[in-house]
């Protein structure tokens, strides 16, 4: 499953979401018993803004010593580039994706943003510039403010106001009397998964992070709903380095690029048609998932 697991005090300013369930209640509790701790170095600067040009240079990691999941990976990624990621469940995709905020400590290679390797940067002023949607989103006891807010307590009501619009949350919002001031959570109003999808989005909108990573939601969304998020998510995209685990068929054909991995590192990469048409790992994996190429490329 595609869900960062970190612990709550550790998600500070960058992930909007929280796992759920059993399996991913016992993931996350395994991850705080064993996940070392990831400091800032002594020497740390606060990164400047990020333009997002990232690369991945040589890049070994495992969770378990012995038992890597990334080995020598190399990638590079402009600012500003859509690139999708593709590959069956378990080849690394959101592990790759996890270390870019620097949740785990890479055995061997670099990590750079704009040329700066990221262990030379503060943790809050690198995660400061990255967001994360994911499907599971985490809500706290509080209001719609606040928890659009999340991560930007400084937030005026206009920004506040201006993100949740962005993120196509007006509606629900003149349904409710009280409006943005409405509780969610145990006590609250019980959202929807499609309006929590928004509330991250919001969260995101706000934070106006230059590099974005989205980690798709693979069902429980109504087909109606599924296309209106999408189309808020290509909208948040915009102007941003965006990183998708993608599992649907829009993103994946918008992508600028298209990376397979595989369980051996990187296995193809290019725009979607290009890749159709050589035939190769992302052909089957289409083929798999989609149908034969021949009439989605017609479609
Ligand atoms: P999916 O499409 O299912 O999300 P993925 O390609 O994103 O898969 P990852 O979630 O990155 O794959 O998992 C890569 C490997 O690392 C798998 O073998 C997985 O079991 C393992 N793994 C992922 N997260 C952890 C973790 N927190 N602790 C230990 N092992 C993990």
Partial sequence: VGVFYRPLEKIGAVVETYPKGIAGFRRYAALLATAPDIVDRPDA??????????????????????????????????AGETVAFVGPSGAGKTTLCSLIPRFYEIEAGRISIDGHDIRDLTLASLRRQI???????????????????????????????????????????????????????????????????RLAIARVFLKNPPILILD?????????????????????????????????????????????????????EGPHEALLKSGGAYG????????????????
Wanted: proline residues 3%; charged residues 25%; glycine residues 10%.
């Fill in 131 to 197: 967001g994360i949607v994911q499907q599971d989103v985490f809500l706290f006891a509080g209001s719609i403010r606040e928890n659009i807010a999340y991560g930007r307590l400084d937030a005026d009501d206009a920004a506040i106001r201006a993100a949740a619009s962005r993120a196509r949350l007006d509606g629900l919002l003149e349904t409710l009397p009280e409006g943005l001031d409405t509780l969610v959570g145990e006590r609250g109003v019980k959202l929807s998964g499609g309006q929590k999808q």
């Fill in 284 to 299: 089957r994996l289409y083929a798999a998932q989609f149908g034969p190429a021949r009439h989605a490329v017609q479609t």
């Fill in 45 to 78: 600067v606060a990164a400047p803004p990020l333009r997002g040009d990232i690369r991945f240079e040589g890049v070994r990691f495992g969770y378990a010593a012995g038992r890597p999941v990334l080995r020598d990976l190399t990638l590079a990624i402009r």
């Fill in 216 to 268: 798709e939601a693979t069902s429980a969304l109504d087909t109606q709903t599924e296309q209106e998020i999408q189309r808020s998510l290509v909208e948040l995209a915009q102007g941003r380095t965006t990183l998708v685990i993608a599992h649907r068929l829009a993103t994946i054909q918008q992508a600028d690029r298209i990376v397979v991995v595989g369980e051996n590192g990187i296995v193809e």
